[in-house]
């Protein structure tokens, strides 16, 4: 069992920065792939970024690409997501996933684990 605890969502103002945290416990971090999705209002969760199992390499959705980054500290069994540049439309609730034995996770229907989710709240 995995258990993920995220932080750090809040309120900003458009063009400010937020970080989000997300905590991981139960399984060697090094065999998790591990994600960032976010869920608008009456919308499926969909994929923001993600890093791969191994190897450290991160992908993006389009909508962020260049405006926020997906990195970990191995440690601290911790994901961030920085999040820069924010926009009125990346007001969502935010949630940390992960799957087993994978290389990535990009669909939120695949993973294995969720986080209780964080909002993050952009005023304009």
């Known amino acids: 069992q995995v258990q993920l605890v995220e932080s750090g969502g809040g309120l900003v103002q458009a063009g400010g920065s937020l970080r989000l945290s997300c905590a991981a416990s139960?399984?060697?971090?090094?065999?998790?792939?591990m994600a960032w999705f976010r869920q608008f209002p009456g919308k499926e969760r969909e994929f923001v970024a993600a890093?791969?199992?191994?190897?450290?390499?991160?992908y993006y959705a389009e909508s962020v690409k260049g405006r926020f980054t997906i990195s970990k500290d191995n440690a601290k069994n911790t994901i961030y997501l920085q999040m820069n540049t924010l926009k009125p439309e990346d007001t969502a609730v935010y949630y940390c996933?992960?799957?087993?034995?994978?290389?990535?996770?990009?669909?939120?229907?695949?993973?294995?684990?969720w986080g209780q989710g964080t909002q993050v709240t952009v005023s304009s």
């Open positions: 139960g399984r060697t971090f090094g065999s998790l792939a």
């Open positions: 996933a992960a799957k087993v034995a994978v290389l990535y996770l990009m669909r939120p229907d695949l993973a294995d684990y």
């Open positions: 890093l791969r199992g191994t190897g450290g390499n991160t």
